[in-house]
C-alpha cells in the first residue's frame, strides 16, 4: 500500500507508518475483500449506501472501501449517510465537518426518532428494537431516494457472533446477521462487509487514526442488555482461551445440517441404510401393512 500524498485517500492522511498499524490495515483490508468476495456484494456500477453513526465501527468501514475503491478493488459508487436521529447531546456538526474535510460524498438526515421511542417504550424498557427499526426504515427511504441498490452496515464480526447467542439464550433459535440480504420489499440488499473483522480491531484503527468518534450511549442505553451480558460471557471466553471468538465465528461458516435438529432443512424420514436401497419403499401398495410402523399415541 503506497501512502505517497498523491497516492492516498484523504481518509488515510496521516496514518501512523509503524509496523504495527501497517499490519492491522492490511489485515483489515483483507477481511473486508474476502467478505466482499465471499458473499458476492459487487455489482459493477452500483450506488451503495454506507451508514456512519459516528462510532469506530462505521469510521472503519468508511475507510477501508475507500482504501478498496482507491485501489480500484471496488467498482462501485459510495455515498455515505449519518441519521440524526435527535439522542440529547449528540454532536451534529463532527460528521458533516469530517465528511467535508475528507470530500466524501454524503448525505445528513434529522429524523427525530428519540423522541417517538421515549414516547412508545414503557418506563425501564430498552430502546434498542423499535430506534433501530426507526432507524432501519429511514436509511431504506433514503437509499431509494438516491438510487442506491444497497444498504451498507457496520456491523464486525463480533456484533454477528453476539447476535448468535442471543438468538440462542433467549430466542430459541440458531440465527445472526447474515453478511448479506435482501430487505423485505425486495428493492434493497444489505451488506455487512466488516463481517470478518474483529471488533479490536476497529478499535484500533480507529483510534490509531485519530477519528473524532462520536459515544454511542447517547440515547442513554441502559446497564444490562442481553447484548452486554452476551458481550461479557464472550469475553470471559476469550480471556481463558485466547481465539475462542474466531474459532465460534469460523462454525458459523461450517453449519452441517444432517448433524443438526432441524427436518426443514435435512430430510431425516427420508434417510436410508445403503441395505435398504434395495427394500420396497413403505408406501408400496404391495406391501404388508403388519410391516408398517405403528403411529405414535
Not at 206 to 232: E, F, H, T, W
Request: hydrophobic letters at 40%; glycine letters at 8%.
Amino acid at each position: 500500500m503506497l501512502d505517497d500524498s498523491d497516492d492516498i485517500h484523504p481518509l488515510f492522511h496521516g496514518a501512523p507508518k509503524s509496523t504495527e498499524f501497517k499490519k492491522l490495515r492490511k489485515r483489515i483490508v483483507q477481511n473486508v475483500r474476502e467478505a466482499v468476495d465471499r458473499y458476492g456484494m459487487v455489482e459493477p456500477g452500483a450506488r451503495w449506501l454506507v451508514c456512519l453513526s459516528g462510532g469506530k465501527d462505521s469510521y472503519t468501514l468508511l475507510a477501508i472501501l475507500y482504501e478498496l475503491k482507491w485501489r480500484g478493488l471496488l467498482p462501485v459508487e459510495l455515498l455515505a449517510c449519518n441519521l440524526d436521529q435527535g439522542q440529547p447531546g449528540f454532536p451534529a456538526t463532527v460528521l458533516p465537518e469530517f465528511l467535508e474535510r475528507m470530500g466524501v460524498p454524503h448525505r445528513i438526515e434529522f429524523q427525530d426518532t428519540y423522541s417517538v421511542v421515549v414516547d412508545k417504550v414503557p418506563q425501564g424498557r430498552t430502546y434498542c428494537a423499535l430506534c433501530s427499526r426507526l432507524r432501519r426504515g429511514n436509511l431504506y427511504r433514503i437509499a431509494r431516494e438516491e438510487g442506491c441498490s444497497a444498504v451498507v452496515l457496520g456491523h464486525h464480526r463480533d456484533d454477528i457472533l453476539e447476535t448468535f447467542f442471543m438468538n440462542l439464550f433467549h430466542g430459541g433459535r440458531l440465527a445472526t446477521m447474515p453478511p448479506k440480504l435482501v430487505n423485505e420489499e425486495g428493492d434493497l440488499f444489505v451488506y455487512r462487509p466488516l463481517a470478518h473483522v474483529a471488533e479490536a480491531d476497529c478499535e484500533r484503527f480507529a483510534r490509531a487514526m485519530n477519528y473524532p468518534i462520536i459515544p454511542c450511549d447517547l440515547c442513554g442505553s441502559q446497564d444490562g442488555l442481553q447484548r452486554q451480558q452476551v458481550k461479557q460471557i464472550l469475553d470471559g471466553w476469550e480471556r481463558n482461551a485466547p481465539g475462542r471468538r474466531q474459532v465460534m465465528f469460523r462454525a458459523l461458516m461450517n453449519i452441517r445440517p444432517s448433524h443438526m435438529l432441524d427436518p426443514k432443512l435435512f430430510d431425516f424420514a427420508g434417510l436410508m441404510r445403503s441395505a435398504d436401497e434395495d427394500a420396497v419403499p413403505a408406501s408400496d401398495p404391495a406391501s404388508d401393512p403388519a410391516d408398517e410402523i405403528p403411529r405414535l399415541r
